[in-house]
């Protein structure tokens, strides 16, 4: 019974044997998927198409974008089958600082690309051409290109597309870059339809080590998140209180800093300290007293306009043809303005420094900062105040930290939502209306 036994657990352990060597040795490679073929790059995205075009819908219909029947989840969804897109899945991005990008996405049907192709050469020149065996189609003057394989499409634009190339045709089953699979198992934005990662090798100066940026949208624009995380930790935080100035129609540029910084004035060593201070070194300002005399809370504003009286010295001649300087008065309109900073026992240094560099001119008991408009000056408890209204502009109380800034006449907002001990989140909101109207496509 003994033998009977051990005779079938050797018979069963050779068929065991016999059938893993020939696995191992027979075994067809694995192909390489999407992500093993993805290059690295100064910024990684992906991008789910039919999701995103879900999510604009409201957008694109509220401002009735002539072309928004062709950005509707339905005919996306038709197109993608009709060409052998698999627009169900992400579609990755990369793009580097220097202006080339691409873009990696997955087939359904590598056979029905063809015609899109076929159907893409009757409204442009496109060409053909093979590397190494491998056939991609380009239109030279936009230095743009087209390649396919299997179950996936390359599509690429800039200067450096055959080693792109190369890289995706000679991809291998495991290879994905670290880089992407830091950008992948990041759990920030994780069901978002559109996110951007930055692989960007300046944000290391600043020791950042995860800048990541996601898309929403509503009727009337949309809004790009942000989320910054530090390898070391952030020296300043949210103040709870501090004044500012009213976001009127008319206003133009708004910055409205509140920021506690005293821990931050400590860490002279830290990263966000160092490269600060060289920026400023750049053009001149003394970073290192304004660090000292400011106490967090700055405000710049401008928008409309005001009009001054300016009193100047005119020579004329008089009827024996002397020279005789004469007192004159006009009226000059110039832009709204207005600086308001919270500053402590150290300001008339930070001052003295700023007339000093040329940054700051008293002219009789008023002043201009650079190229600005004649200012008044007014000092109340800790705050310092530039204006030019003949009236201090009114304050208000306020612990926003944000930013409005017009452009082409479209206003743009960013605001930090919030501060952690190593994390930044923020939002840039963009309106769409008066871009849209820019461009003609309303």
Same mark, same amino acid.
Request: avoid cysteine; charge should be positive; hydrophobic fraction near 35%.
């Given at each position: 019974?003994?033998?009977?036994?051990?005779?079938?657990?050797?018979?069963?352990?050779?068929?065991?044997?016999? #059938?893993?060597?020939?696995?191992? #040795?027979?075994?067809?490679?694995?192909?390489?998927?999407?992500?093993?073929?993805?290059?690295?790059?100064?910024?990684?995205?992906?991008? =789910?198409?039919?999701?995103?075009?879900?999510?604009?819908?409201?957008?694109?219909?509220?401002?009735?974008?002539?072309?928004?029947?062709?950005?509707?989840?339905?005919?996306?969804?038709?197109?993608?089958?009709?060409?052998?897109?698999? #627009?169900?899945?992400?579609?990755?991005?990369?793009?580097?600082?220097?202006?080339?990008?691409?873009?990696?996405?997955?087939?359904?049907?590598?056979?029905?690309?063809? #015609?899109?192709?076929?159907?893409?050469? *009757?409204?442009?020149?496109?060409?053909?051409?093979?590397?190494?065996?491998?056939?991609?189609?380009?239109?030279?003057?936009?230095?743009?290109?087209? $390649?396919? @394989?299997?179950?996936?499409?390359?599509?690429?634009?800039?200067?450096?597309?055959?080693?792109?190339? =190369?890289?995706?045709?000679?991809? $291998?089953?495991?290879?994905?870059?670290?880089?992407?699979?830091?950008?992948?198992?990041?759990?920030?934005?994780?069901?978002? $339809?559109?996110?951007?990662?930055?692989?960007?090798?300046?944000?290391?100066?600043?020791?950042?080590?995860?800048?990541?940026?996601?898309?929403?949208? /509503?009727?009337?624009?949309?809004?790009?998140?942000?989320?910054?995380?530090?390898?070391?930790?952030?020296?300043?935080?949210?103040?709870?209180?501090?004044?500012?100035?009213?976001?009127?129609?008319?206003?133009? $540029?708004?910055?409205?800093?509140?920021?506690?910084?005293?821990?931050?004035?400590?860490? *002279?060593? /830290?990263?966000?300290?160092?490269?600060?201070?060289?920026?400023?070194?750049?053009?001149?300002?003394?970073?290192?007293?304004?660090?000292?005399?400011?106490?967090? /809370?700055?405000?710049?504003?401008? @928008?409309?306009?005001?009009?001054?009286?300016?009193?100047?010295?005119?020579?004329?001649?008089?009827?024996?043809?002397?020279?005789?300087?004469?007192?004159?008065?006009?009226? /000059?309109?110039?832009?709204?303005?207005?600086?308001?900073?919270?500053?402590?026992?150290?300001?008339?240094?930070?001052?003295?420094?700023?007339?000093?560099?040329?940054?700051?001119?008293?002219?009789?008991?008023?002043?201009?900062?650079?190229?600005?408009?004649?200012?008044?000056?007014?000092?109340?408890?800790?705050?310092?105040?530039?204006?030019?209204?003949?009236?201090?502009?009114?304050?208000?109380?306020?612990?926003?930290?944000?930013?409005?800034? *017009?452009?082409?006449?479209?206003?743009?907002?960013?605001?930090?939502?919030?501060?952690?001990?190593?994390?930044?989140?923020?939002?840039?909101?963009?309106?769409?209306?008066?871009?849209?109207?820019?461009?003609?496509?309303?």
């Amino acid at each position: 019974m003994y033998r009977k036994f051990l005779t079938l657990v050797l018979i069963a352990g050779s068929l065991g044997l016999v #059938l893993f060597v020939k696995s191992f #040795l027979f075994e067809q490679p694995k192909s390489p998927n999407i992500l093993d073929r993805l290059p690295a790059a100064d910024f990684l995205g992906k991008v =789910n198409i039919l999701e995103l075009a879900k999510e604009s819908s409201s957008l694109l219909q509220y401002n009735k974008l002539s072309m928004r029947d062709f950005t509707t989840y339905e005919f996306l969804l038709g197109q993608g089958k009709q060409y052998g897109l698999d #627009l169900e899945s992400n579609l990755y991005l990369f793009a580097n600082e220097n202006g080339n990008w691409g873009a990696l996405i997955r087939l359904t049907d590598s056979s029905k690309i063809q #015609l899109g192709i076929e159907r893409l050469s *009757k409204y442009t020149d496109l060409q053909d051409s093979t590397v190494g065996g491998n056939q991609f189609y380009f239109i030279k003057k936009e230095q743009s290109y087209l $390649h396919y @394989g299997k179950d996936y499409a390359l599509i690429y634009q800039g200067t450096d597309f055959i080693t792109t190339l =190369n890289h995706v045709v000679s991809a $291998h089953y495991g290879a994905q870059k670290k880089v992407w699979k830091q950008f992948l198992r990041q759990k920030q934005f994780k069901n978002e $339809h559109l996110v951007i990662y930055a692989n960007w090798p300046k944000l290391k100066s600043y020791d950042i080590q995860t800048a990541m940026f996601a898309h929403d949208s /509503d009727s009337l624009g949309f809004k790009l998140k942000s989320y910054i995380k530090k390898r070391s930790p952030l020296y300043f935080s949210l103040k709870k209180t501090g004044l500012s100035y009213r976001n009127y129609p008319q206003t133009d $540029h708004l910055i409205d800093v509140h920021l506690d910084l005293a821990e931050f004035k400590r860490q *002279k060593q /830290d990263s966000v300290y160092v490269r600060l201070a060289q920026l400023s070194k750049k053009i001149g300002f003394p970073f290192v007293q304004f660090l000292s005399a400011w106490d967090g /809370d700055l405000v710049y504003q401008e @928008g409309g306009s005001q009009v001054q009286e300016v009193r100047y010295i005119e020579t004329i001649l008089d009827d024996d043809f002397n020279e005789t300087e004469v007192e004159r008065l006009r009226y /000059d309109t110039v832009p709204g303005f207005s600086v308001l900073a919270s500053m402590n026992k150290a300001a008339p240094l930070f001052i003295g420094k700023l007339m000093q560099k040329g940054l700051l001119r008293k002219e009789d008991n008023d002043y201009r900062f650079l190229f600005s408009p004649l200012l008044h000056f007014q000092k109340s408890g800790p705050y310092y105040q530039y204006y030019s209204t003949s009236a201090n502009p009114p304050l208000i109380g306020s612990n926003q930290n944000q930013v409005i800034w *017009k452009y082409k006449g479209t206003k743009y907002y960013f605001k930090i939502d919030k501060i952690t001990r190593y994390e930044i989140l923020g939002s840039l909101q963009i309106p769409v209306k008066s871009i849209l109207r820019r461009n003609q496509l309303l």
